[in-house]
Protein backbone atom coordinates (compact mmCIF):
# COMPACT_ATOMS: atom_id res chain seq x y z
CA UNK A 1 0.00 0.00 0.00
CA UNK A 2 0.82 3.30 -1.20
CA UNK A 3 0.12 6.60 1.38
CA UNK A 4 0.74 10.17 0.98
CA UNK A 5 1.59 11.90 3.61
CA UNK A 6 2.70 16.24 4.46
CA UNK A 7 5.30 16.34 6.79
CA UNK A 8 6.12 19.32 8.98
CA UNK A 9 7.65 21.06 6.21
CA UNK A 10 5.28 20.92 4.09
CA UNK A 11 6.75 18.05 1.71
CA UNK A 12 4.83 15.09 0.31
CA UNK A 13 6.51 12.32 0.85
CA UNK A 14 5.33 8.44 0.10
CA UNK A 15 5.69 5.62 2.48
CA UNK A 16 5.90 1.95 1.01
CA UNK A 17 4.44 -0.28 3.76
CA UNK A 18 6.18 -3.66 2.51
CA UNK A 19 9.29 -2.48 3.47
CA UNK A 20 8.05 -2.97 7.39
CA UNK A 21 8.00 -5.68 8.13
CA UNK A 22 7.03 -7.06 11.48
CA UNK A 23 4.13 -3.80 11.76
CA UNK A 24 0.55 -3.98 10.63
CA UNK A 25 -0.58 -3.34 7.34
CA UNK A 26 -4.43 -3.25 6.29
CA UNK A 27 -5.28 -6.36 5.39
CA UNK A 28 -3.33 -7.68 8.76
CA UNK A 29 -5.50 -5.06 11.08
CA UNK A 30 -8.91 -6.56 9.64
CA UNK A 31 -7.67 -9.99 9.72
CA UNK A 32 -6.58 -9.48 13.42
CA UNK A 33 -10.23 -7.64 14.11
CA UNK A 34 -12.29 -10.36 12.33
CA UNK A 35 -10.23 -13.52 14.25
CA UNK A 36 -10.98 -11.46 18.15
CA UNK A 37 -14.54 -10.00 16.50
CA UNK A 38 -13.65 -6.08 17.07
CA UNK A 39 -15.38 -3.58 15.27
CA UNK A 40 -14.34 -0.33 15.99
CA UNK A 41 -16.31 1.35 18.31
CA UNK A 42 -17.49 5.36 17.82
CA UNK A 43 -18.02 5.15 21.42
CA UNK A 44 -14.22 4.79 21.95
CA UNK A 45 -13.20 7.11 19.13
CA UNK A 46 -11.32 4.83 17.39
CA UNK A 47 -10.03 4.74 14.21
CA UNK A 48 -6.97 2.52 13.35
CA UNK A 49 -3.58 4.00 11.60
CA UNK A 50 -3.61 0.71 8.61
CA UNK A 51 -0.06 2.24 7.13
CA UNK A 52 3.18 1.49 8.75
CA UNK A 53 4.85 4.14 7.15
CA UNK A 54 2.64 6.40 9.21
CA UNK A 55 3.74 4.82 12.62
CA UNK A 56 6.87 4.85 12.12
CA UNK A 57 7.30 8.43 10.80
CA UNK A 58 5.29 9.15 14.19
CA UNK A 59 7.67 7.41 16.54
CA UNK A 60 10.36 9.38 14.70
CA UNK A 61 9.52 12.02 15.44
CA UNK A 62 8.89 11.78 19.08
CA UNK A 63 12.84 10.69 18.73
CA UNK A 64 12.05 7.00 20.82
CA UNK A 65 14.94 4.90 20.74
CA UNK A 66 16.07 1.66 22.74
CA UNK A 67 16.72 3.95 26.33
CA UNK A 68 13.27 5.65 25.93
CA UNK A 69 10.60 4.89 28.22
CA UNK A 70 7.31 5.28 26.65
CA UNK A 71 3.35 5.78 27.64
CA UNK A 72 0.88 4.90 24.68
CA UNK A 73 -2.89 5.82 25.34
CA UNK A 74 -5.23 4.28 23.02
CA UNK A 75 -3.29 1.17 21.25
CA UNK A 76 -6.10 -0.35 19.64
CA UNK A 77 -5.12 -3.05 17.33
CA UNK A 78 -1.45 -2.29 18.09
CA UNK A 79 -0.25 -0.04 14.74
CA UNK A 80 1.68 2.53 16.76
CA UNK A 81 2.78 -0.03 19.96
CA UNK A 82 4.57 -1.91 16.99
CA UNK A 83 6.35 0.59 15.73
CA UNK A 84 7.43 1.89 19.45
CA UNK A 85 8.56 -1.50 20.46
CA UNK A 86 10.97 -2.01 17.43
CA UNK A 87 13.02 0.67 18.32
CA UNK A 88 13.86 -1.26 21.53
CA UNK A 89 11.89 1.22 24.23
CA UNK A 90 10.11 0.20 27.28
CA UNK A 91 6.25 0.47 26.75
CA UNK A 92 3.41 0.99 28.96
CA UNK A 93 0.12 1.18 27.14
CA UNK A 94 -3.49 2.24 28.29
CA UNK A 95 -6.43 1.05 26.71
CA UNK A 96 -10.06 1.21 27.79
CA UNK A 97 -11.73 -1.50 25.94
CA UNK A 98 -11.28 -4.83 27.24
CA UNK A 99 -11.68 -6.76 24.30
CA UNK A 100 -8.33 -4.43 22.71
CA UNK A 101 -6.51 -4.72 25.92
CA UNK A 102 -7.10 -8.48 26.12
CA UNK A 103 -6.31 -9.12 21.99
CA UNK A 104 -2.67 -6.78 22.41
CA UNK A 105 0.03 -9.03 23.71
CA UNK A 106 -1.20 -11.70 21.12
CA UNK A 107 -0.24 -9.46 18.38
CA UNK A 108 3.03 -8.67 19.76
CA UNK A 109 3.29 -12.05 20.37
CA UNK A 110 3.00 -13.07 16.83
CA UNK A 111 4.36 -10.11 15.07
CA UNK A 112 7.58 -9.30 17.27
CA UNK A 113 7.50 -12.05 20.40
CA UNK A 114 11.23 -10.46 21.26
CA UNK A 115 9.42 -7.39 22.61
CA UNK A 116 6.93 -9.34 24.92
CA UNK A 117 9.02 -8.52 27.84
CA UNK A 118 9.17 -4.55 27.32
CA UNK A 119 5.30 -4.24 27.23
CA UNK A 120 2.79 -3.34 30.05
CA UNK A 121 -0.74 -3.51 29.23
CA UNK A 122 -2.96 -1.69 31.65
CA UNK A 123 -7.04 -1.71 31.82
CA UNK A 124 -8.19 1.83 32.12
CA UNK A 125 -9.76 4.89 31.72
CA UNK A 126 -6.70 7.26 30.64
CA UNK A 127 -8.49 10.07 32.40
CA UNK A 128 -8.53 7.98 35.50
CA UNK A 129 -5.33 5.85 35.37
CA UNK A 130 -3.37 6.25 38.99
CA UNK A 131 0.08 5.92 39.63
CA UNK A 132 0.02 2.77 41.47
CA UNK A 133 -1.31 1.19 37.97
CA UNK A 134 2.05 2.41 35.97
CA UNK A 135 4.40 1.20 38.09
CA UNK A 136 7.25 1.80 35.36
CA UNK A 137 6.45 5.27 35.02
CA UNK A 138 5.68 6.37 38.26
CA UNK A 139 9.46 5.47 39.10
CA UNK A 140 11.24 6.81 35.88
CA UNK A 141 12.92 9.75 35.85
CA UNK A 142 10.75 10.84 32.60
CA UNK A 143 9.12 8.84 29.73
CA UNK A 144 6.86 10.39 26.65
CA UNK A 145 3.62 9.99 25.37
CA UNK A 146 3.25 8.63 22.23
CA UNK A 147 -0.44 8.10 20.90
CA UNK A 148 -3.23 8.27 18.61
CA UNK A 149 -5.20 10.18 20.92
CA UNK A 150 -9.09 9.45 20.78
CA UNK A 151 -10.74 12.65 18.88
CA UNK A 152 -13.26 13.02 21.58
CA UNK A 153 -11.17 13.26 24.79
CA UNK A 154 -7.72 14.43 23.62
CA UNK A 155 -7.57 17.78 24.72
CA UNK A 156 -8.65 16.78 28.51
CA UNK A 157 -6.34 13.25 28.28
CA UNK A 158 -3.52 15.02 27.83
CA UNK A 159 -3.73 17.65 30.39
CA UNK A 160 -5.01 15.11 32.94
CA UNK A 161 -1.71 13.04 32.35
CA UNK A 162 0.67 15.82 32.13
CA UNK A 163 -0.91 16.98 35.87
CA UNK A 164 -0.57 13.74 37.43
CA UNK A 165 2.81 12.99 35.83
CA UNK A 166 5.43 15.59 36.48
CA UNK A 167 8.00 13.07 34.65
CA UNK A 168 6.03 13.15 31.42
CA UNK A 169 8.48 15.56 29.30
CA UNK A 170 7.84 15.21 26.04
CA UNK A 171 4.61 14.23 23.40
CA UNK A 172 3.78 13.54 20.14
CA UNK A 173 0.45 12.94 19.26
CA UNK A 174 -2.22 12.76 16.77
CA UNK A 175 -5.11 14.47 16.95
CA UNK A 176 -7.93 16.05 14.88
CA UNK A 177 -6.43 18.80 12.91
CA UNK A 178 -8.65 21.53 14.75
CA UNK A 179 -7.44 20.32 17.85
CA UNK A 180 -3.82 20.85 16.81
CA UNK A 181 -4.31 24.44 15.92
CA UNK A 182 -5.97 25.12 19.35
CA UNK A 183 -3.42 23.56 21.55
CA UNK A 184 -0.74 25.44 19.11
CA UNK A 185 -2.90 28.34 18.92
CA UNK A 186 -1.41 31.96 20.55
CA UNK A 187 -2.65 34.83 22.58
CA UNK A 188 -5.14 37.04 20.08
CA UNK A 189 -5.94 34.14 17.52
CA UNK A 190 -9.46 33.04 17.38
CA UNK A 191 -8.77 30.07 18.02
CA UNK A 192 -6.48 30.42 21.32
CA UNK A 193 -8.67 29.33 24.51
CA UNK A 194 -8.41 27.27 27.40
CA UNK A 195 -6.84 24.04 25.79
CA UNK A 196 -4.19 26.61 24.10
CA UNK A 197 -3.46 28.53 27.61
CA UNK A 198 -3.17 25.29 29.93
CA UNK A 199 -0.63 23.50 27.61
CA UNK A 200 1.27 26.57 28.01
CA UNK A 201 1.73 25.97 31.49
CA UNK A 202 3.26 22.63 31.01
CA UNK A 203 5.63 24.03 28.07
CA UNK A 204 5.81 24.19 24.49
CA UNK A 205 3.86 22.91 21.90
CA UNK A 206 3.95 22.96 17.39
CA UNK A 207 2.34 20.88 14.86
CA UNK A 208 4.97 18.71 13.49
CA UNK A 209 3.08 17.82 10.20
CA UNK A 210 -0.47 16.77 8.95
CA UNK A 211 -1.76 13.36 8.26
CA UNK A 212 -4.09 12.08 5.35
CA UNK A 213 -7.73 10.56 6.21
CA UNK A 214 -7.06 7.21 3.79
CA UNK A 215 -4.44 6.24 6.56
CA UNK A 216 -7.02 5.00 8.72
CA UNK A 217 -9.94 2.56 9.09
CA UNK A 218 -12.46 3.34 9.39
CA UNK A 219 -12.17 6.53 7.51
CA UNK A 220 -12.90 9.87 9.49
CA UNK A 221 -14.65 12.42 8.18
CA UNK A 222 -12.21 15.21 9.68
CA UNK A 223 -8.33 15.98 9.12
CA UNK A 224 -5.90 14.77 11.71
CA UNK A 225 -2.29 16.46 12.78
CA UNK A 226 0.58 15.67 15.03
CA UNK A 227 1.74 17.78 17.90
CA UNK A 228 4.85 17.70 19.35
CA UNK A 229 5.24 18.82 23.17
CA UNK A 230 8.94 19.23 25.43
CA UNK A 231 7.84 20.12 29.36
CA UNK A 232 9.23 23.06 30.38
CA UNK A 233 8.08 23.42 33.84
CA UNK A 234 6.54 20.54 37.07
CA UNK A 235 4.36 21.19 39.11
CA UNK A 236 6.92 19.54 42.08
CA UNK A 237 5.37 21.06 45.54
CA UNK A 238 2.17 21.80 47.07
CA UNK A 239 2.47 25.80 46.11
CA UNK A 240 2.89 24.61 42.21
CA UNK A 241 0.07 22.39 42.45
CA UNK A 242 -2.07 25.31 44.61
CA UNK A 243 -0.94 27.90 41.93
CA UNK A 244 -1.70 25.83 38.28
CA UNK A 245 -5.35 25.26 39.68
CA UNK A 246 -6.19 28.93 40.78
CA UNK A 247 -4.62 30.07 37.36
CA UNK A 248 -6.81 27.25 35.85
CA UNK A 249 -9.92 28.36 37.35
CA UNK A 250 -9.35 31.85 36.28
CA UNK A 251 -8.77 31.04 32.65
CA UNK A 252 -11.73 28.96 32.21
CA UNK A 253 -13.70 32.09 33.85
CA UNK A 254 -12.26 34.06 31.21
CA UNK A 255 -12.64 32.24 28.30
CA UNK A 256 -16.32 30.92 29.52
CA UNK A 257 -17.82 34.09 27.43
CA UNK A 258 -14.97 35.18 24.81
CA UNK A 259 -17.22 38.49 24.17
CA UNK A 260 -16.41 39.53 27.76
CA UNK A 261 -13.78 41.49 29.17
CA UNK A 262 -11.75 40.55 31.47
CA UNK A 263 -13.29 42.61 34.01
CA UNK A 264 -17.08 41.54 33.60
CA UNK A 265 -15.83 37.86 33.12
CA UNK A 266 -13.90 37.11 36.63
CA UNK A 267 -15.75 39.66 38.96
CA UNK A 268 -16.16 38.29 42.08
CA UNK A 269 -13.10 35.57 40.82
CA UNK A 270 -10.27 38.18 40.84
CA UNK A 271 -9.64 41.14 43.50
CA UNK A 272 -10.30 43.72 41.79
CA UNK A 273 -6.20 45.56 42.58
CA UNK A 274 -5.18 42.32 41.00
CA UNK A 275 -5.77 43.74 37.45
CA UNK A 276 -3.28 46.89 38.21
CA UNK A 277 -0.77 45.08 40.64
CA UNK A 278 0.06 43.33 37.41
CA UNK A 279 -0.38 45.58 34.73
CA UNK A 280 -3.51 43.90 33.10
CA UNK A 281 -5.76 46.14 31.31
CA UNK A 282 -9.56 44.97 32.62
CA UNK A 283 -11.29 46.20 29.71
CA UNK A 284 -9.14 43.27 27.43
CA UNK A 285 -10.88 40.09 26.31
CA UNK A 286 -9.33 36.86 27.61
CA UNK A 287 -7.94 35.61 24.45
CA UNK A 288 -5.43 38.50 24.35
CA UNK A 289 -3.28 37.35 27.48
CA UNK A 290 -0.22 35.27 27.48
CA UNK A 291 -0.24 31.85 30.23
CA UNK A 292 2.52 34.14 31.80
CA UNK A 293 -0.69 37.10 32.43
CA UNK A 294 -2.99 34.70 33.76
CA UNK A 295 -0.17 32.98 36.39
CA UNK A 296 0.49 36.46 37.25
CA UNK A 297 -3.23 37.73 38.26
CA UNK A 298 -3.82 34.18 39.89
CA UNK A 299 -0.64 34.25 41.95
CA UNK A 300 -1.80 38.66 43.12
CA UNK A 301 -5.24 37.23 43.19
CA UNK A 302 -3.91 34.40 45.81
CA UNK A 303 -1.69 37.37 47.64
CA UNK A 304 -5.15 39.02 48.36
CA UNK A 305 -6.89 36.41 49.72
CA UNK A 306 -4.03 35.65 52.08
CA UNK A 307 -3.83 39.06 53.00
CA UNK A 308 -7.39 39.20 54.29
Given amino acids: MNDKYNDQHGTQRTSESNDHVGLLGAADLRQIAASAGITPTKKFGQ????DPGTVRRIVRTAGVDATSTVLEVGPGLGSLTL????????????????????????????????????????????LRVQTSQVPMLDHAQQFTLVANL??????????????????????????????????????????????????????????????????????????????????????????????????????????????????????????????EVVGVDPSVRGETLTCAQFVALAQADMQFEQAQ
Fill in 83 to 126: AILETGAQLTVVEIDPALARRLPQTIQDRMPEANNRLHVVLSDA
Fill in 47 to 50: NFVI
Fill in 150 to 275: PYNVATPIIITLLERFPQLTSFVVMVQKEVADRLCAGPGSRIYGTPSVKLQWFGTSTKAGTIGRNVFWPVPNVDSALVAFTRTHADTTEQDIALREHTFAVIDKAFAARRKTLHAALKGHIHPQAF
